[in-house]
């Protein structure tokens, strides 16, 4: 696609439900990244995935986070059992990877309200 | 303290004013820099990117990295209210294969009045 896409745009979930968040990358672009933006809190990075394997998933909040990759392209983040805590902006970026950094460009993001 | 920091600002400039923004940061290791430019419930947009130390210019803006200060800066010139936004400075400090983790300061929200 033209750009990394997120779905869905905005989730209202209760508290003790899971939630699947969805991130299409930039086709060609074999790193991905999960961040979560909440107010006040800044961006923070979650995870990142080269190709299907996540060498860095340092930023995983809890064991309640997980996210897999398949076939080098879309990404899910699964929260569960969310917490009012969790309600934040969830952001998608993808980057060509490679020898060098490279840019990263970000989805629109999920905005997950936790009630 | 933050790896990196960055005023929150608002900052509200008249239009057709420089937009002077700046980061600071404390680990010695980033190399690479970055600018996005984030509006009110939308994904940040990438502005500009740099490696190392030096300017870099690119329409209306232009970046600078120190870093022997390790300060970065962001201009721009002749601004608009279309520039009102939140920027966010970001950087890494490594690439390729073992990733590009983009550690982000807070952001600075700007406000171009008419």
């Known amino acids: 696609g033209a750009g990394v896409s997120q779905s869905p745009s905005n989730k209202v979930t209760e508290k003790g439900k899971d939630v699947e968040l969805r991130c299409d990358p930039i086709s060609g672009h074999t790193a991905l990244y999960w961040y979560r933006q909440s107010l006040g809190q800044g961006l923070e990075f979650l995870i990142y995935f080269q190709g299907n394997s996540a060498p860095d998933k340092s930023g995983l909040p809890s064991d309640r986070f997980s996210a897999e990759r398949t076939g080098g392209s879309v990404s899910t983040l699964t929260i569960q059992r969310t917490q009012q805590e969790d309600s934040a902006v969830y952001l998608c970026?993808?980057?060509?990877?490679?020898?060098?950094?490279?840019?990263?460009?970000f989805g629109q993001g999920t905005r997950l309200t936790v009630v | 303290q933050k790896e990196v920091e960055q005023d929150p600002g608002p900052l509200s400039v008249p239009e057709g004013a420089i937009v002077s923004l700046n980061c600071t940061y404390s680990?010695?290791?980033?190399?690479?820099f970055m600018w996005y430019r984030q509006y009110s419930r939308k994904g940040p947009e990438l502005l500009m990117y740099?490696?190392?130390?030096g300017n870099k210019e690119d329409g209306r803006f232009t970046a600078q990295v120190d870093k022997s200060s390790k300060y970065i800066s962001l201009f721009i010139r002749d601004s608009q209210p279309s520039d009102s936004a939140t920027y966010l400075c970001a950087m890494s400090a490594r690439g390729g294969a073992a990733g590009n983790k983009l550690t982000f300061g807070g952001g600075t929200r700007v406000l171009v009045k008419p």
């Open positions: 680990n010695s290791a980033f190399q690479y």
């Open positions: 740099t490696y190392s130390s």
């Open positions: 970026a993808s980057s060509l990877g490679g020898v060098v950094n490279t840019e990263a460009f």
